[in-house]
């Protein structure tokens, strides 16, 4: 799905929020009683596959977290014409060790009960992260904390990356980028996080001295660009997976990682 299809959309629910808007009749949609939707979250890299399968909980309960193990994943190297079951592991995913490979189209497929789940994904070329900086920058109501990942792209036309920050470990954030962006082979992406005055920044932003900040910047497709942007705007976004209905999605692309620690006392300030 491109940004005209976006634009379309959102067009689309102006108009029909409007319509609603002009009823007397009150709908009642019952969307606090969906039943619980399959997600899967399948990462085959060049340190192996992970799948990770939950439920969405209904709203105004906590998220789901509890993995769903009784299901059968099995991934297909089509370029190869060989396939395997991964196994379900300790921790609740099902995996291997077996590292992807440049080029290599692959089928990740899933069966639960009377329902199957297929998604494919061409195994994309590795990106390395040249460089990891913070620096602050003045803003009109604070200093904030600006991030700068350099990472390089290589010499092919319409590359999309992923960029996920860990904060002590944990989620923390996420960024898309392109290679609309690229100098020299190189794309400088920033990414503002913590304002300097902790106290009024959020608890999700919010970094303090000694924390460690770790970047995982994956090349993705154009669908897989959507997707997630589909995500961060609460917006319409492509399908990743064939099938029966299911959320999530399956990348197959070699991760680049890179670790800093944050010291505010350290950091350049620019005005």
């Known amino acids: 799905m491109k940004i005209k299809s976006y634009i379309y959309s959102l067009g689309v629910l102006f108009t029909v929020a409007v319509m609603l808007s002009s009823c007397e009749k009150e709908l009642d949609f019952h969307y606090h009683d969906v039943e619980p939707q399959l997600v899967i979250e399948a990462n085959l890299t060049q340190e192996g596959t992970t799948v990770l399968l939950t439920e969405t909980a209904p709203m105004g309960e906590a998220m789901n977290t509890t993995p769903v193990v009784d299901a059968t994943v099995t991934l297909t190297d089509i370029t190869a014409g060989s396939t395997r079951a991964l196994p379900l592991r300790d921790d609740g995913t099902f995996g291997d060790n077996i590292a992807g490979i440049t080029g290599h189209e692959y089928r990740m497929e899933v069966m639960r009960g009377d329902k199957k789940y297929s998604s494919v994904c061409t195994m ?148």
């Open 124 to 271: 994309r070329q590795p990106t390395e992260i040249t460089a990891l900086e913070f620096e602050w920058i003045k803003m009109p109501y604070d200093y904030v904390a600006i991030l700068q990942v350099s990472l390089t792209d290589p010499d092919t036309a319409d590359d999309c990356y992923w960029i996920r920050l860990l904060r002590n470990g944990e989620p923390y954030m996420w960024n898309v980028t392109a290679d609309m962006y690229t100098v020299d082979g190189i794309i400088n992406h920033i990414i503002m996080t913590s304002r300097k005055d902790t106290d009024e920044e959020d608890e999700d932003k919010v970094l303090f001295d000694g924390d460690t900040v770790t970047a995982i910047v994956s090349p993705i497709s154009h669908d897989m660009f959507d997707y997630i942007v589909a995500l961060e705007t609460d917006s319409n976004g492509p399908c990743m997976w064939e099938g029966d209905f299911c959320l999530g999605y399956f990348l197959a692309s070699p991760a680049a990682t890179a670790t800093i620690v944050f010291r505010p006392d350290e950091m350049k300030e620019y005005k």
